[in-house]
């Protein structure tokens, strides 16, 4: 069974510092995506950042990148200066290309220091 | 630029009422998937449909159906609603070509 595991509840950082939340998977497919979500106070899911299995470069979004160890089943999402709108929780996500479905994680939810 | 819109955004019901949520997916995109939130928990596939079809299916009640229509908008229908099924129920939708799947602001549901 494919699960997506999330071992920081929550974590804190202060304003303008860097974090990094931590997201490991099990899986038996080769082929999938990974993903992170923002779902702030108002509950909105909103889509981070996203990876492709097949790809090595680790993807980037501005503040946002991911640390992806394929081998070691492990997808970490960086945030450089971190900024008082970044407050919420974060799914870490995954689906195969094959079904349509995305398995979330438990979430990590992020404070931010001023 | 167009997101996924739901309505109703608030909703409240009696026990053993039915329930219809709508989605409307983002323009030109094929695939429509919903999704339930209970307090505290990570949101659970329901159901997915490709081209009005059914794609894929979840942990969703046998009470619970839905449909995607030819305008690719999409209802999910909840009958004999228990205190269990309140939580916030999220449409998301994607272009087959480019995967990424939008949310919606989803649809709170309080059975009472």
């Known amino acids: 069974a494919q699960t997506v595991t999330q071992s920081q509840p929550e974590m804190s950082v202060q304003e303008a510092e860097t974090v990094t939340l931590s997201c490991t998977y099990d899986?038996?497919?080769?082929?999938?995506?990974l993903f992170w979500y923002k779902q702030p106070p108002s509950r909105q899911m909103i889509l981070v950042i996203r990876?492709?299995?097949?790809?090595?470069q680790n993807a980037t979004e501005n503040r946002f990148s991911v640390n992806f160890q394929k081998a070691a089943k492990s997808f970490s999402l960086k945030i450089s200066d971190s900024q008082l709108g970044d407050a919420a929780m974060y799914f870490c996500a995954y689906r195969t290309y094959r079904d349509d479905k995305i398995i979330f994680g438990k979430g990590t939810r992020l404070h931010i220091l001023p | 630029a167009a997101g996924v819109i739901q309505s109703p955004r608030h909703l409240i019901k009696e026990k053993r009422e039915t329930a219809t949520l709508k989605c409307y997916p983002i323009p030109r995109h094929d695939t429509v998937y919903w999704y339930q939130q209970g307090p505290g928990q990570d949101p659970q596939f329901l159901i997915s449909?490709?081209?009005?079809?059914?794609?894929d299916k979840g942990s969703i009640p046998d009470r619970f159906s839905a449909q995607q229509f030819s305008d690719y908008h999409s209802e999910l229908n909840m009958s004999s609603l228990e205190l269990g099924d309140s939580a916030l129920y999220f449409c998301a939708s994607s272009s087959r070509q480019f995967e990424k799947a939008f949310f919606g602001q989803g649809t709170r549901l309080t059975v009472v």
């Open positions: 990876q492709e299995a097949y790809k090595q």
């Open positions: 449909f490709y081209e009005k079809m059914q794609s």
């Open positions: 899986t038996s497919e080769s082929d999938y995506y």
